[in-house]
Structure formats: structure tokens, C-alpha cells
T-cell receptor
Framework: DVKVTQSSRYLVKRTGEKVFLECVQD?????MFWYRQDPGLGLRLIYF???????EKGDIPEGYSVSREKKERFSLILESASTNQTSMYLCASSESGERTEAFFGQGTRLTVV | DAKTTQPPSMDCAEGRAANLPCNHS???????VYWYRQIHSQGPQYIIH???NNETNEMASLIITEDRKSSTLILPHATLRDTAVYYC?????????????FGTGTRLLVSP
């Protein structure tokens, strides 16, 4: 089975801290994604990557950056955490091509205080 | 990306069929219809997808209208564990990468 693993289930950080959220997938997928999920707003795409060292902005990239140095790992970086970045963060991966499905991690609930 | 429209919530009695509608009137010819669900405090889970033929797997059935402007996800015998938010997504296919666009979904409540 495909496994997408996020490094932390719950995280509490202080305003202004640099925060790293890590995601690892074990199925050699080309595509990886970071979403955030907030009540009433559904899932919103932050960044995605279709290859090592490649990245594309999603719908809400402001305040975030990403890193993909290895195919299996996709990191989300909050350069200076703010309280409005308190959210559930979800990582996903998928193969490239046509008839594919995406696999999600369990999520990281980040609280910025 | 084709926009999808779903009702915000639905109720279903345990053991009955749950029929979740999705409207995607602007879907293009190479876009598949995907369904995912998200059980509370978990990441979304893939359910099923289709292009224009009806599809069935161990989790659900997907009925797509002939004009492809709408579809229905059917859970034939809903259980309490099917309580979740269900997302209908029109999947855009571009060479080299994919972009999944999630809306707010339908919150299905299955009651005893």
C-alpha cells in the first residue's frame, strides 16, 4: 500500500518561528502536494511539485515556501509563522499520467501562538 | 479546471443507499470525475473515478450522465463509518503534472 507520512500529527509553534513540515512518500510518485484545511473553506492548495527541485504555486502560496531535494520528500516551510497559519496541513502524492489517484497523509495540526 | 457544485450536507439512514450528487456542467472532454472522502481527523481517501462510463468498485458506484454534466456517487448500504465529507473533483490532465482542486464537499451524516 502507498504510504504518505507526515512528520508530526500535532505541532505548536510561536509567532515568528521558522517551521518545517515534512512529508515522505514511499511509492516513487512524481507529484506531491501541500494543502491546508480550515473550517468552511475546504482544502486549499498551497504548493505542488511534479519533479525533484520543481515547484509550482497553488492557490494560497503567500507566507509559505517548499523544498523538494529528493523525490520521496516534500517539505513545507513557514518562514515566519503567524497566528493566521494555524490550520490542518495535508500532504498528498500521486503518479503522473491520466488515470491516477492521490494518496494523503494523516495531516499535521499546527497551532501558532 | 471545471467547477463542481455539491450540496453542503445530506442525511442517510444506516443500511440505506446514499446518493450524493455533483454538478460539473463545464467539464471538458479529457477531465475525469473523481470522488474522495474525508473522515473526521483523517486525510482524504480516494473512492472512485470515471470518464463517461459508470464505474463500480468495492466502496461505491459512480453514475455519470450521458452529457457528463453531472454525476452521482452511490454508497449502496451506508454504515455509520461512512459519515464523512465527500468531495467531487473534476481532474485536469496536463502533460507533466496534475493539479487537484477540492471544493467544500458534501457532509454526509449516516444515522442509526
Amino acid at each position: 500500500d502507498v504510504k504518505v507520512t507526515q512528520s508530526s500529527r500535532y505541532l505548536v509553534k510561536r509567532t515568528g518561528e521558522k517551521v518545517f513540515l515534512e512529508c515522505v512518500q514511499d511509492m516513487d510518485h512524481e507529484n506531491m502536494f501541500w494543502y491546508r484545511q480550515d473550517p468552511g473553506l475546504g482544502l486549499r492548495l498551497i504548493y505542488f511539485s511534479y519533479d525533484v527541485k520543481m515547484k509550482e504555486k497553488g492557490d494560497i502560496p503567500e507566507g509559505y515556501s517548499v523544498s523538494r531535494e529528493k523525490k520521496e520528500r516534500f517539505s513545507l516551510i513557514l518562514e515566519s509563522a503567524s497566528t493566521n497559519q494555524t490550520s490542518m496541513y495535508l500532504c498528498a502524492s500521486s503518479e503522473s499520467g491520466e488515470r491516477t489517484e492521490a494518496f494523503f497523509g494523516q495531516g499535521t495540526r499546527l497551532t501558532v501562538v | 479546471d471545471a467547477k463542481t457544485t455539491q450540496p453542503p450536507s445530506m442525511d442517510c439512514a444506516e443500511g440505506r443507499a446514499a446518493n450524493l450528487p455533483c454538478n460539473h456542467s463545464t467539464i471538458s472532454g479529457n477531465e475525469y470525475v473523481y470522488w474522495y472522502r474525508q473522515i473526521h481527523s483523517q486525510g482524504p481517501q480516494y473512492i472512485i473515478h470515471g470518464l463517461k462510463n459508470n464505474e463500480t468498485n468495492e466502496m461505491a458506484s459512480l453514475i455519470i450522465t450521458e452529457d457528463r454534466k453531472s454525476s452521482t456517487l452511490i454508497l449502496p448500504h451506508a454504515t455509520l463509518r461512512d459519515t464523512a465529507v465527500y468531495y467531487c473533483i473534476a481532474h485536469v490532465m496536463n502533460t507533466g503534472f496534475q493539479k487537484l482542486v477540492f471544493g467544500t464537499g458534501t457532509r454526509l451524516l449516516v444515522s442509526p
